[in-house]
């Protein structure tokens, strides 16, 4: 088994990523490069260049994907690893697979997902500051950006779908089941149960993301019971990472 273990720029462990047999798994934040790193489950393209150098380069690739997103050029060279591997490479959408972690889906050969998995695609966005000179060049690093991705989704779009109504979709951020998708991309859609949600620092910063559905009381709950409690925790648990991050 594959194991690759990365520090912080202290030089302390903040975590190691296995892979058994030809298997990704991509369980957390997208990042750029290994001094991006906070969490111990975010991926950047370095540690999937480790983990391919490693598997056999004819056999075929399961890439595990449960992510909210995150850097869009980590995703982008996440992709061009993949696209160079000689097998053929299979996204599994366990849980979600948002923003930047559609794009890795899509970078792949296939792409399987259960109906009750999620994607998400968006327009890409960043922070800037400066003058109307620097703004303009992260407008234009933006569209280029997106013309990028484009190109990837483009490649799993189902024919009766343009790529102007591709973009609109990028507008208006738009957040897919499996069954959905299916209506735009190339997928292959499984009957599952719901997976476990994934955390991530991106979802704030997502205008139309789902709000959690509260499960129908059952007789092993006392009525009058709620999650309220749970979500404020889960909330300020997020809104931290957040700060952390910005």
């Known amino acids: 088994m594959p194991e690759y ?6 030089g302390e462990l903040i975590g190691e990523i296995k892979s058994e047999d030809q298997k990704l798994y991509i369980y957390g934040d997208i990042v750029g490069d290994q001094w991006s790193k906070w969490m111990k489950d975010e991926t950047c393209p370095q540690d999937v260049v480790d983990i391919f150098a490693g598997f056999d380069k004819d ?9 909210g997103g995150g850097d869009v050029f980590g995703a982008l060279a996440i992709c061009s690893i993949i696209k160079r591997h000689a097998g053929e490479t299979v996204a599994h959408i366990d849980g979600i697979a948002a923003s930047a972690a559609s794009v890795i889906a899509c970078g792949c050969d296939k792409i399987i997902m259960p109906e009750y998995a999620q994607m998400m695609i968006h327009k890409p966005w960043t922070l800037a500051y400066g003058n109307t000179d620097d703004l303009k060049k992260a407008c ?3 569209d280029t950006a997106e013309d990028s991705i484009v190109e990837i989704y483009k490649s799993k779009l189902v024919e009766s ?7 609109n ?12 998708a299916g209506d735009y991309f190339k997928v292959e859609v499984e009957e599952a149960e719901p997976a476990a949600a994934a955390v991530s620092d991106f979802y704030a910063r997502y205008k139309n993301r789902p709000e959690p559905q509260p499960k129908k009381p059952t007789e092993d709950k006392a009525e ?3 999650n309220t409690a749970l979500m404020s925790v889960f909330e300020s648990f997020i809104s931290n990472r957040m700060k952390r991050r910005v």
């Open 5 to 10: 273990k990365f520090k912080n720029p202290k």
């Open 59 to 67: 056999k075929p690739v399961d890439v595990y994907i449960n992510s």
């Open 140 to 142: 234009d690093m933006l």
């Open 161 to 167: 779908k343009t790529e102007k109504l591709l973009r």
């Open 169 to 180: 979709a990028l507008a208006a951020e738009t957040w897919l089941t499996g069954k959905a």
């Open 224 to 226: 009058g019971t709620d």
